[in-house]
C-alpha cells in the first residue's frame, strides 16, 4: 500500500518561505509522476507542480511558476520550496502519485493521480 505524508506547512509572512516535504512509503518516486495540488478556503483543488516519472521534467501551474521549486531528493522524499510567498497561496497543499510508470498525460488532472497524502496547511498572512 502507498502512503504519502506531507510536512513542512505553517503560518508565514508575505514574503517569507516555507519548504513542504512530502515522504512515501511503500513504493519509490522514481518513475511514477508526483504532483502538489493546493486547495484554498472555498474552492476545488488545484494543480500546483509536478514532476514527471518520465524524465524528471518538472511542469508549473502560472500562478507558481518562478516561485516555486519542486524537487526529488532521492527515490522516496521530494520537496517544493515555495517563495515570495503570497496571502493567495494559502491552502492546504497535497501530495499525490500515479499508480502507472513513466506517465505522462495531463500533470494537471487530479483525476489522474491515484495516491494522496492528508495535506498540509500552508497560510500566508498578509
Known amino acids: 500500500q502507498v502512503q504519502l505524508v506531507e510536512s513542512g506547512g505553517g503560518l508565514v509572512q508575505a514574503g517569507g518561505s516555507l519548504r513542504l516535504s512530502c515522504a512515501a512509503s511503500?513504493?519509490?518516486?522514481?518513475?511514477?509522476?508526483l504532483a502538489w495540488f493546493r486547495q484554498a478556503p472555498g474552492k476545488d483543488r488545484a494543480f500546483a507542480v509536478a514532476i514527471s516519472g518520465c524524465g524528471g521534467g518538472t511542469y508549473y501551474a502560472d500562478s507558481v511558476k518562478g516561485r516555486f521549486t519542486a524537487s526529488r531528493d532521492n527515490a522516496k522524499i521530494v520537496y517544493l520550496q515555495m517563495s515570495n510567498l503570497k496571502p493567495e497561496d494559502t491552502a492546504v497543499y497535497y501530495c499525490a502519485i500515479r499508480g502507472i510508470k513513466y506517465s505522462t498525460v495531463a500533470y494537471f488532472l487530479e483525476s489522474t493521480y491515484n495516491y494522496w497524502g492528508q495535506g498540509t496547511q500552508v497560510t500566508v498572512s498578509s
Open positions: 511503500g513504493r519509490t518516486f522514481s518513475d511514477y509522476t
